[in-house]
């Protein structure tokens, strides 16, 4: 399993238990705006925002927040200019961290983050230091909760899915970057309901922690989590089980 595959497995068992973690509307309604932004206004026309769209009903988001965000973006209203920044850095135990932002003060950005990675065992990288050790994908999530893991890795395979991953109550099915969207829709056309779908990056290969470093690092992805500006990250780290478990 990828190291951005368990800690996707953590952060779901931990929302189950605090609710006030994960997505925010604020991060959903940035997505929303920079995907309009750079792609425009038309779902169809616009994978990237076809799956932010999804991902904010999914959370109950009011249809008028989605349709004000889609028009900021596209400049019918006006509204703050986000800018998107990936920062690489690396994390305690020599871990590789990438993490994509949607910020409108680059200098409150990244200096919050550089404060977040010294307080836990990292530092910020230069440009190019970890993101070849990534690869692009498309990851589909699914509730495995009443349904057959053989059949649903079969229809996921024959919709085009490179690999499934089964892991406690989640399914994740994992595609090629352009084939995630026909994917998700063949799996919806047999009421699979989907929880959440995107272009992600998996780690080539993993790094270990275990003790100080683990908790160094869980604190690490647990404060990038709850950052406001902070859409998402991804980490090559093998955390140890008892580590997760503390």
């Not at 190291?3 to 497995?9: I, L, M, R, V």
């Not at 829709?185 to 780690?203: D, F, G, N, R, W």
């Not at 093998?238 to 997760?244: G, H, L």
Request: hydrophobic fraction near 40%; glycine fraction near 8%.
């Amino acid at each position: 399993m990828s190291g951005h595959s368990k800690w996707a497995t953590i952060r779901r068992k931990k929302e189950k238990i605090d609710s006030a973690r994960g997505r925010t509307f604020s991060k959903m309604i940035k997505e929303i705006s920079i995907a309009a932004r750079m792609g425009g206004g038309d779902e169809e026309g616009n994978p990237r925002l076809r799956s932010a769209v999804l991902a904010a009903k999914a959370a109950n988001m009011p249809a008028a927040n989605i349709d004000r965000a889609i028009k900021k973006g596209i400049g019918a209203l006006p509204g703050v200019t986000y800018e998107n920044i990936t920062y690489e850095a690396y994390g305690p135990g020599g871990t590789a961290v990438l993490i994509d932002v949607m910020t409108d003060n680059r200098n409150r950005t990244v200096g919050e983050i550089r404060h977040m990675l010294t307080k836990n065992g990292g530092n910020m990288g230069e440009s190019g230091s970890v993101a070849w050790m990534f690869t692009r994908r498309g990851q589909i999530m699914i509730s495995a909760e009443g349904l057959d893991e053989d059949e649903i890795t079969m229809s996921a395979l024959d919709a085009g899915a490179e690999d499934v991953i089964i892991d406690d109550d989640i399914v994740q099915v994992m595609t090629t970057p352009d084939m995630v969207d026909k994917v998700r829709l063949a799996l919806e056309a047999q009421s699979i309901k989907i929880e959440e779908s995107s272009v992600t990056m998996i780690p080539q290969t993993l790094v270990p922690v275990e003790g100080t470093q683990a908790r160094q690092l869980m604190r690490l992805l647990d404060g990038l989590d709850e950052h406001d500006d902070v859409q998402e990250f991804w980490t090559n780290s093998d955390i140890n089980e008892d580590s997760i478990e503390e």
